[in-house]
Structure formats: C-alpha cells, structure tokens
T-cell receptor, first 113, second 113 residues
Framework: QQQVKQSPQSLIVQKGGISIINCAYE??????FPWYQQFPGKGPALLIA?????SEKKEGRFTISFNKSAKQFSLHIMDSQPGDSATYFC????????????FGQGTTLQVKP | NAGVMQNPRHLVRRRGQEARLRCSPM?????VYWYRQLPEEGLKFMVY????????ESGMPKERFSAEFPKEGPSILRIQQVVRGDSAAYFC???????????FGAGTRLSVL
C-alpha cells in the first residue's frame, strides 16, 4: 500500500525530444505528488508537484499529468536538453500524516546532443 | 540563506565502528527527515523529527540506528556497529512543517570497509 512504482529505469532521448516518466501508486490516501531531480553527487531538488484535484500542471518545459482513477501520474519534459540529464524521482505524500515522502525507484535520463 | 547542510560529505568506517551523520536544517525550519539511498535505488524514509521529539521512526531499523534533533545544534543520525550493508547515501531534508516542501541536503556517503 505504501509503494510507488516508477518506469522506465533509464531513458535516452535526443535533444529537443520529449522525455516521459511514469509512476503508479496504490494508497489512495496520498494527497501530494512531487517530482525531484537529482544530479550526481547532489541531493534531490524539488522540480514540480501536483495535488490530486488537478489533472495537469505545467511549469516551463515540465508538465505533470495526473490520472486519479488509474492512480497514475507522469512527468513530461518538452524540448529536452543535455542539461536535463539527471535522475528523476517521483514521490507521494500523505500530508495529513507525518509528511514522509514515498519515493519511486528513479529514472536516469540521458539527453543526447 | 544557506540550504540544508550535511556533514561529513563522505565517511569511511570499518565494520563495528560508529558512524555519526549531522544535518543542520535551513534557517527557520524545525522539521527534519532522514532518508537512505542504496545504490541504484530510490530514497527510503527513515525517521521524522521535530525539535527534541521523534515524530515517526517507522523506517528506522530496529537495532543500531538512532536519531536525535536537540533543542540546540544539528540533527544527528547515529549508526552503531556498522556493517557493510549500511553503506549508502544518507540524505537529510528539512521543512517548515509536515505539509511543507522538503529541501534536501547534499547527503553523506557512508562507506563501510
């Protein structure tokens, strides 16, 4: 019930292409879904987040699509750039609880020039 | 405004020794979360603390691990009698509350020889 499953494990995209990372969760009590970006040797940094009452959120080239009935959400990176090469983690949180984040396994994205 | 500070960045210990990991939260943050990242895996929640209180330790191993967040000073994650399986990156995150955005430090990479 506490799992968040993320796919794919790794992704290679050409510069200018669209990167898509998918996540699925089980616990319907989750009410906050952030995405974190992590560069090698660094800590995760919040990229974008969504709540389940919204089906889509866009910030610049980054968009989260959320499907509450399917218990799935995805990150789309438009016009992918080499600087986007990093590991991306989806997460889920039950803010009415202690606020701990349940992370997916991570996706390593490589954007080729 | 300094971010979340973790030290040391790298820590090498021999089996059986003690490891002490420190985390200074962002200014104004009184909530601290500890996560562990094993190689090629996502981050796993360990413990959530507020000043002088452990709120949620459901992710902490039952033995050898302890955490504190005193009234003054950094939060400490202590691992006694380390074993090779403790080798991982340990991340601390801080927030203004259990519903606040969690900001992560750069992590402490523990290697057990």
């Amino acid at each position: 019930q506490q799992q968040v499953k993320q796919s794919p494990q790794s992704l290679i995209v050409q510069k200018g292409g669209i990167s898509i990372i998918n996540c699925a969760y089980e616990n319907t009590a989750f009410d906050y879904f952030p995405w974190y970006q992590q560069f090698p040797g660094k800590g995760p940094a919040l990229l974008i987040a969504i709540r389940p009452d919204v089906s889509e959120k866009k910030e610049g080239r980054f968009t989260i699509s959320f499907n509450k009935s399917a218990k799935q959400f995805s990150l789309h990176i438009m016009d992918s750039q080499p600087g986007d090469s990093a590991t991306y983690f989806c997460a889920a949180q039950r803010q009415s609880n202690t606020g701990k984040l349940i992370f997916g396994q991570g996706t390593t994205l490589q954007v080729k020039p | 405004n300094a971010g979340v500070m973790q030290n040391p960045r790298h820590l090498v210990r021999r089996r059986g020794q003690e490891a002490r990991l420190r985390c200074s939260p962002m200014k104004g943050h009184s909530h601290v979360y500890w996560y562990r990242q094993l190689p090629e895996e996502g981050l796993k929640f360990m413990v959530y603390l507020q000043k002088e209180n452990i709120i949620d330790e459901s992710g902490m191993p039952k033995e050898r691990f302890s955490a504190e967040f005193p009234k003054e000073g950094p939060s400490i994650l202590r691992i006694q009698q380390v074993v090779r399986g403790d080798s991982a990156a340990y991340f601390c995150a801080s927030s203004t509350g259990d519903k606040g955005i969690q900001y992560f430090g750069a992590g402490t990479r523990l290697s057990v020889l």
